[in-house]
């Protein structure tokens, strides 16, 4: 069975995102695009809109957003399913979403690539599947597909997602993922996902004119995505690491927002107390980076520092490999108002929504 998506003059769409926040991408959808969320899954938001498409571009907790394009009912865990699949392809008409990505873009397609991911065990794997799928796709959009090792080589991508027995196809809006910032030119060792920084930045709300800080800015991914959610707000981002903060003062140049950068120990911040805000920070895991300095043998002050900076109606949202004792919080004046589990590079973590105990 074969379902297509319509709804009177609204589209369908689903972004994926990091596990997690698919609260933040569901909150967004419905803040910046006025959009109807349908149904908030793992990893995945479905939702429609009436509004221009080309500001589904602009959603900053999503990896990535698909046009949907339909279902394929009955497509379950047995390798029989790879056939279904491909029949249930055949029978849907890609050519709207095909013509309406190509103008979003104002360019005509060349080349294509399938990818698909599904949730729990089947008895194929998501190769055998994309094989099944890019047959049919092919034979109806009359394009090349790439080869795996070309894959970003791609300028149309069609996504297939397996849930239980059901099979979403989506095409791609964008061009590439929405989650490659074109801003950050830079790769560091630990630098946090930007979608998972956005999710932050949405989550803290900082007003106009307020003070954001990121005391273990890095390369600035905290400081650009708070920057980009509140462009009159005042963001500060400070590191041991002078190149660190050269590299975070690019990225904020080439997105436009403002950042200021001081070379401190996150221990002992050269700011004056009660004067921030909110406080977004991703300490090193101690993993690919390694906290350094008074941190670095007491990870614990870094709240006693926050307690200190932080104004007596702020917040800080600070993301952690585990959760942090409340007998911590509780000896820094602190107090954890909200937990939230995210799954980052491959492991959970816990972001802490602190404030004045």
Not at 114 to 136: D, I, K, M, P, T
Not at 287 to 316: F, H, M, N, T
Request: glycine share 12%; charged share 25%; hydrophobic share 40%.
């Amino acid at each position: 069975m074969v379902t297509r998506m319509t709804s009177g003059g609204e589209t369908r769409l689903f972004g994926r995102c990091t596990r997690g926040i698919e609260g933040m991408l569901a909150a967004e959808v419905q803040e910046r695009l006025g959009g109807e969320v349908l149904e908030v899954g793992h990893r995945q938001v479905q939702f429609q809109t009436g509004s221009d498409l080309r500001r589904v571009l602009d959603l900053r907790c999503a990896d990535d957003v698909f046009l949907s394009c339909g279902v394929v009912e009955g497509v379950s865990r047995e390798r029989a399913s790879l056939n279904r699949l491909a029949r249930g392809l055949s029978s849907l008409d890609l050519q709207p979403g095909l013509q309406t990505v190509a103008g979003i873009r104002e360019a005509e397609p060349t080349r294509f690539d399938v990818v698909c991911s599904f949730l729990g065990q089947r008895n194929y794997n998501r190769f055998e599947a994309e094989g099944a799928a890019a047959g049919e796709i092919g034979k109806q959009v009359q394009l090349p597909r790439v080869s795996l090792e070309r894959r970003r080589d791609a300028d149309i991508s069609w996504r297939i997602h397996v849930d239980g027995e059901q099979a979403l196809v989506g095409l791609r809006i964008a061009a590439q993922p929405l989650h490659r910032r074109s801003w950050r030119i830079h790769g560091q060792p630990g630098a946090l996902h930007p979608p998972v920084a956005a999710a932050m930045a949405l989550l803290a709300r900082p007003e106009s004119g307020a003070t954001v800080l990121d005391p273990l800015c890095g390369s600035g991914t905290l400081c650009v995505e708070a920057g980009l959610f509140e462009d009159t707000a005042h963001v500060v981002g400070g590191d041991a690491s002078a190149e660190a903060l050269r590299i975070a003062g690019e990225h904020a140049r080439l997105a436009g927002t403002s950042f200021r950068g001081v070379v401190a120990d996150g221990a002992r911040l050269p700011l004056a107390d009660d004067g921030v805000d909110i406080v977004l920070c991703n300490p090193a895991w101690g993993r690919s980076v390694a906290l350094r300095g008074e941190l670095g043998r007491d990870p614990d002050l870094l709240w006693q520092e926050i307690a200190r900076v932080l104004r007596s109606d702020g917040k800080a949202l600070v993301l952690m490999e585990t959760q942090v004792e409340a007998a911590v919080l509780d000896s820094a004046g602190l107090q954890s108002i909200n937990r939230l589990a995210i799954r980052v590079s491959g492991r959970w973590a816990t972001l802490n929504t602190v404030v004045a105990g």
